[in-house]
């Protein structure tokens, strides 16, 4: 609780400042379907909740940069549970703060291109029983890179799709190996939200 209040308290911040720049500023809700790349499970099965803020600013007719300042639920759910038993749910929380170039295709389209670093918040791996102990610790700092589209709805609501992927991994792997360019455990994916400019 104390961990979201610091989160409350940092966009109201964000907000307040913003205003005093002359940037753009806005709310976001969606909802978040991801997977971990590396947990032997495929699908995005875990469904999360997306909330936060954002300011944007224009840097000229065709491209804005936008920075965003949400909380994430991410992770995957083992429903191969009968194939794969021990194979157990990963459940993530984070602080994201994306960084967006938003490139004009039209009026009411924007292709979204950028970065994300997440900081975060809780990890922790379950099974039907509840929280299991004794497992690999997740990384405190997730990188990723994303690509979006935005379409507005009008000038105030705007529809978002984005995929985003980790650079980096998230946690090792349950055997401690690595491959090449397979480090570990990573996030991937699919949001949909709404975004609101003030």
């Known amino acids: 609780m104390k961990k979201l209040l610091n989160i409350l308290l940092i966009l109201i911040y964000f907000f307040n400042y913003s205003y005093s720049q002359n940037f753009n500023a806005g709310a976001i809700l969606g909802l978040s379907t991801t997977q971990v790349s590396g947990d032997n499970l495929a699908g995005f099965h875990k469904a999360g909740l997306l909330l936060g803020g954002f300011v944007n600013r224009d840097l000229n007719s065709e491209m804005n940069i936008q920075i965003e300042m949400t909380f994430i639920q991410k992770g995957s759910v083992n429903q191969k549970r009968e194939k794969f038993p021990d194979i157990a749910n990963i459940n993530l929380n984070y602080l994201e703060v994306p960084l967006i170039i938003k490139l004009k295709q039209s009026s009411i389209l924007q292709i979204d291109l950028g970065i994300q670093i997440a900081a975060l918040i809780n990890g922790y791996y379950s099974d039907l029983y509840g929280e299991l102990e004794n497992q690999i610790k997740f990384n405190k700092l997730d990188l990723g890179a994303l690509i979006g589209i935005s379409y507005y709805l009008n ?37 949909f939200s709404l975004q609101y400019q003030l």
């Open 155 to 191: 000038p105030k609501v705007i529809l978002n799709t984005r995929l985003s992927n980790s650079i980096i991994p998230i946690a090792e792997h349950q055997s401690g190996q690595s491959y090449y360019f397979n480090k570990g455990k990573y996030n991937t994916g699919i949001n």
